[in-house]
């Protein structure tokens, strides 16, 4: 005897609350992108310092990236039709990963110039930035990484990868900035290639920055496997359920930001079809209500074997 059930998770407040707080993150993010773009072109241009404009075009690049998490966030909140009887979750991650390709992109930018730079031996063309620039860079690095920690607590809180990667898109910013500010304070105390061997390291970073981002997207669209310790609180939270002898089967698979369970359940073998409906019944609940992120169960009952 055996009961199988598949149970789509229609959770309209945790959608709610993801758009809710993604839609507030990527407008504050563009808002803030925006103003920093604005006061960083100013300051360069006064302070004659090409490193503060290529910041500038930087912070510009990051209201593209947060247009493209809205866009990814909102196609992935589309609820499940005939085409996709499984939801759209997955967009996120091709938003996600779209992203880890223009971070990668900003990163080899910034690294190829800087070996570019230092390579030339010329580094007495440039001319020496006045104080707007460097008070410019300061703000910026403040501001991004303000931008960088409220993005990134955000994201873990809705387990948005997208956010996520906008997040590790302000901490580059951040880099940039830095690196701005060491090559306008050495190109103001006579040592203009500080700022392209700090900007070698600064490409480190971000590399590391988009390959993480990129390798968590991959991960979540070829049904990876949850963690762990979700399976080993999903196993406990089912044997909680005295009608439960064992189980035979716990797979989990991660779909965009929620989880797919198939799991087999061991019980009495001589209860009727109806008690093992009821028992794969509260066993389903008891996940849903424990596992927000849970989108579909399957439950199967198995008889339990004699020796158990």
């Known amino acids: 005897m055996k009961e199988d059930r598949i149970m789509k998770k229609g959770n309209d407040d945790y959608?709610?609350?993801?758009?809710?707080?993604?839609?507030?993150?990527?407008?504050?993010?563009?808002?803030?992108n925006m103003v920093l773009f604005g006061f960083k072109l100013i300051a360069g241009i006064a302070a004659h310092s090409n490193a503060m404009i290529s910041d500038a075009v930087h912070s510009a690049s990051d209201v593209f990236s947060t247009v493209v998490v809205m866009i990814g966030i909102r196609l992935a909140l589309k609820k499940a039709d005939k085409e996709h009887p499984y939801g759209h979750e997955?967009?996120?991650?091709?938003?996600?990963?779209?992203?880890?390709m223009v971070l990668f992109m900003t990163g080899l930018g910034i690294g190829m110039e800087a070996l570019k730079n230092i390579l030339s031996g010329s580094y007495n063309d440039l001319q020496a930035p006045g104080a707007l620039a460097l008070a410019a860079a300061v703000v910026?690095?403040?501001?991004?990484?303000?931008?960088?920690?409220?993005?990134?607590?955000?994201?873990?809180?809705?387990?948005?990868s997208a956010l996520l990667a906008d997040a590790w898109h302000?901490?580059?910013?951040?880099?940039?900035?830095?690196?701005?500010?060491?090559?306008i304070v050495g190109?103001?105390?006579?040592?203009?290639?500080?700022?392209?061997?700090?900007?070698?390291?600064?490409?480190?970073?971000?590399?590391?920055?988009?390959?993480d981002i990129f390798k968590d997207a991959i991960d979540k669209m070829v049904d990876h496997s949850c963690d762990e310790e979700t399976e080993r609180q999903i196993y406990e939270c089912v044997m909680k359920n005295r009608e439960v002898m064992g189980i035979d089967s716990l797979h989990t698979r991660i779909f965009g930001n929620r989880m797919y369970v198939d799991i087999e359940v061991a019980v009495d073998g001589s209860y009727t079809l109806k008690r093992s409906h009821e028992i794969a019944e509260e066993v389903h609940e008891d996940i849903e209500r424990n596992f927000q992120k849970i989108k579909h169960i399957m439950v199967h009952v198995n008889p339990a074997q004699a020796d158990m």
């Open 140 to 160: 910026s690095i403040m501001a991004k990484e303000a931008m960088f920690w409220y993005t990134k607590i955000y994201a873990a809180r809705i387990d948005s």
């Open 187 to 211: 190109a103001r105390q006579g040592f203009p290639v500080m700022d392209s061997v700090a900007s070698l390291v600064i490409f480190v970073f971000i590399i590391k920055a988009a390959y």
């Open 90 to 100: 997955r967009l996120e991650c091709v938003a996600a990963i779209i992203l880890a």
């Open 15 to 32: 959608a709610g609350d993801f758009q809710r707080i993604a839609d507030k993150v990527s407008a504050t993010s563009i808002i803030g």
């Open 170 to 183: 302000h901490r580059s910013d951040a880099f940039s900035s830095v690196g701005a500010l060491i090559g």
